[in-house]
């Protein structure tokens, strides 16, 4: 599955098939106005995902940008605030990977480090075990809890 660039998922029915698999049914909800009845979905959901992008403003954690961060939300910043703030509301779980794990961080309190070296490019990362990996991280941004 491609996910688009702006947006978050919202599973709204898990059920495990005749088969014993598991199945998940998700709904993808593109960013739209705040306030847009695609917000009013996300009461149905199990679990929302929110998912990577662009960095988060800096206004969203009480901070003035370093370098060429943005201080106003962006309406995708402002979508998925409203979208947390349901999702606390009717106790839904919420999961971020990347970009939303940051915005979860900083929705729950904390804040980022705004420009972290060494990041935005291919590089090596070694595992406790020593194992070697090559990945690419595109955040310059890092949570601080």
């Known amino acids: 599955m491609t996910l688009p660039k702006n947006g978050f998922i919202a599973s ?5 098939n005749s088969d014993n698999t598991y199945l998940t049914k998700l ?6 106005k705040v306030g847009h009845t695609n917000l009013e979905l996300i009461k149905q959901a199990k679990l929302v995902v929110f998912w990577g ?24 910043d402002l979508f998925e605030q409203e979208a947390f703030k349901i999702a606390v509301t009717n106790n839904i779980p919420m999961v ?6 940051q915005l979860l961080c ?23 075990d020593g194992y070697k990996l090559k990945v690419t991280s ?8």
Do not use: F
């Open 27 to 32: 709904l993808l909800l593109p960013v739209v």
């Open 106 to 128: 900083v929705l729950n309190g904390g804040s980022l480090w705004q420009d972290v070296d060494n990041h935005g490019y291919n590089h090596e990362v070694i595992m406790n």
């Open 53 to 76: 992008g662009e960095d988060i403003a800096t206004s969203l954690y009480n901070e003035r940008p370093v370098h060429t961060q943005r201080y106003k939300p962006s309406l995708r």
């Open 138 to 145: 595109t955040h310059h941004q890092m949570m601080r809890p």
């Open 96 to 101: 971020g990977i990347c970009r939303g794990a």
């Open 12 to 16: 709204i029915d898990s059920s495990y």
